[in-house]
């Protein structure tokens, strides 16, 4: 299966978990951990989205692995508002985001422009660092990617401040 979904063929990928699955076999949930990230990878993540609530009707509980494979695909096609929503939804079914959890969303916000709601995750994040699941070191990669991303922003509007707007034009070259 991944093999096919390497080769952006996930359609292929989740044939071979039904033929798997009509020949008696119980796919788990590394079987669908790699068709969804096949189908997040190919863009396609309304399709992977079908098969991460199929997983779940099928009585199998996606893991913090699946849902952050789900929460990253989201990101990835601009849906921050639903990669949000599943990330909450992971953490109330009792699930506790990892390291890589934690940088799959602050890279989301950021990568769509969100650098408000990034720098107040973060701050979330650090608040929250009492548990012992969060590494320093992750501490230490958030940081740098959300002191990148603001240093970023303040040489872009430097930048855009220094413009001159008016520049070639007068008050007298526009004509209504």
């Not at 650098?115 to 990669?141: C, G, K, Q, R």
């Not at 940081?143 to 872009?156: A, C, G, P, V, Y």
Request: contains cysteine; hydrophobic residues 35%; glycine residues 8%.
């Amino acid at each position: 299966m991944g093999g096919y979904c390497l080769q952006g063929q996930p359609d292929k990928a989740n044939e071979l978990l039904d033929l798997m699955a009509g020949e008696g076999l119980k796919p788990d949930r590394v079987s669908y951990a790699v068709i969804i990230d096949g189908y997040c990878k190919n863009k396609k993540v309304d399709r992977a989205w079908e098969i991460f609530e199929g997983m779940r009707h099928k009585g199998l509980k996606p893991d913090v692995c699946v849902y952050s494979i789900m929460i990253q695909g989201l990101f990835c096609v601009g849906r921050s508002e639903d990669a949000l929503k599943l990330f909450d939804d992971m953490k109330t079914v009792g699930l506790v985001a990892n390291s890589y959890t934690y940088c799959i969303v602050l890279d989301g916000l950021l990568n769509n422009g969100r650098i408000d709601d990034a720098t107040l995750f973060y701050y979330e994040v650090m608040d929250y660092h009492t548990h012992p699941t969060i590494a320093n070191s992750t501490l230490v990669e958030l940081t740098s990617r959300l002191d990148f991303f603001k240093e970023r922003r303040s040489q872009l509007m430097e930048q855009l401040h220094n413009l001159d707007l008016n520049y070639g034009t007068t008050a007298q070259e526009f004509h209504y």
